[in-house]
């Protein structure tokens, strides 16, 4: 996946730090929604999914946020780890019985 | 457990050649996907499968075909390959009917069309 990132946008944070990477989704009637993660030359990974009838949902580390007024989402990563260095991608779907629609997805780069 | 497995991880065409990247889940799902992946375009989907015997288009779908005659495979076709047909190729799969849309996705197979 060497190339697959090279026009998106990128996130630096420094390690210990906290990052918020941030999706503007398309359809308003989307009520489901998913952050992926993918690291470098691997398929993407769940890391957490949220619906429309919430503003908030924890994981482990992780916390997503849902503004439906404005049709956006965040992905909050708590004492951000070397390992955590990839490209998220946030997804949505219509009641998770439409396909899913991918964003097109930030690099997030952990300094040491 | 597998999970999503694809073969191959890597070819190389020549642009009209035909080929056929194959996708198998261990994991009885109902759903699966194809995606291909190009730099600054995200995921793109190609077609879908709600079960076996069901396919439809996704975004891209042309130039592509697919059929599931089995719960476990989805394979993908590419009858004239072109060079604009380059990618990353995704395989994913999902346990559709439990109101979920996580994705299990396969490593990708990445395509050179010369």
């Known amino acids: 996946g060497e190339s697959v990132g090279l026009h998106l946008p990128t996130l630096s944070v420094q390690e210990g730090d906290n990052s918020i990477i941030n999706c503007a989704y398309s359809n308003s009637a989307s009520d489901y929604f998913i952050w992926y993660k993918q690291e470098s030359g691997k398929g993407p990974q769940f890391i957490i999914d949220?619906?429309?009838?919430?503003d908030k949902r924890q994981g482990q580390r992780v916390t997503v946020l849902l503004n439906k007024t404005v049709k956006h989402l965040s992905l909050q990563i708590a004492a951000t780890q070397p390992g955590d260095s990839a490209v998220y991608f946030c997804?949505?779907?219509?009641?998770?019985?439409?396909?899913?629609?991918f964003g097109k997805g930030t690099r997030l780069s952990v300094i040491a | 457990n597998a999970g999503v497995t694809q073969t191959p991880k890597f070819q190389v065409l020549k642009t009209g050649q035909s080929m056929t990247l194959q996708c198998a889940q261990d994991m009885n799902h109902e759903y699966m996907s194809w995606y291909r992946q190009d730099p600054g375009m995200g995921l793109r989907l190609i077609h879908y499968s709600v079960g076996a015997g069901i396919t439809d288009q996704g975004e891209v779908p042309n130039g592509y075909n697919v059929s599931r005659s089995t719960t476990e495979d989805f394979p993908l076709r590419l009858l004239s390959a072109a060079p604009s047909q380059t990618s990353v190729y995704f395989c994913?799969?999902?346990?559709?009917?439990?109101?979920?849309?996580?994705?299990?996705f396969g490593e990708g197979s990445r395509l050179t069309v010369l």
């Open positions: 949220i619906r429309s009838n919430m």
């Open positions: 997804a949505e779907t219509l009641s998770g019985n439409t396909p899913l629609v």
């Open positions: 994913a799969s999902s346990l559709r009917g439990r109101n979920t849309g996580e994705l299990f």
